[in-house]
């Protein structure tokens, strides 16, 4: 796999999972302006909320994990950028992410 070859994967070596990088890459699609893919959750926010409660670690905590199911109907996208334009932006968007607040 090429992202082994270059150690740009591997949790065990500090570096991120594939997993790690695949939410990255759907959060910047959601996120990016026009976004390429529709946020599921945001699309459902008039359906009633599925809660899952979430106990591990001694923290009693409930998530939303509804998602807007009617798949016939998202929303195509507006955004015409091109896969270089999209990486250079996934990158820029990065570098300049506050992760303090997410």
Known sequence: ???????????????????????????????????????????????????????????DKEWDCSFWKEVNLIPRTSNSADLGSLLLDFFNFYVSFDWRLH
Request: net charge neutral; with cysteine; charged share 15%.
């Open 1 to 59: 796999c090429f992202a082994q070859a270059f150690d740009l994967v591997g949790n065990s070596d500090g570096h991120l999972s594939s997993y790690g990088y695949t939410l990255m890459t759907v959060f910047f699609l959601m996120y990016t302006a026009p976004p390429v893919v529709p946020n599921l959750q945001a699309l459902a926010e008039r359906d009633p909320a599925v809660r899952i409660r979430d106990g591990r670690r001694g923290v």
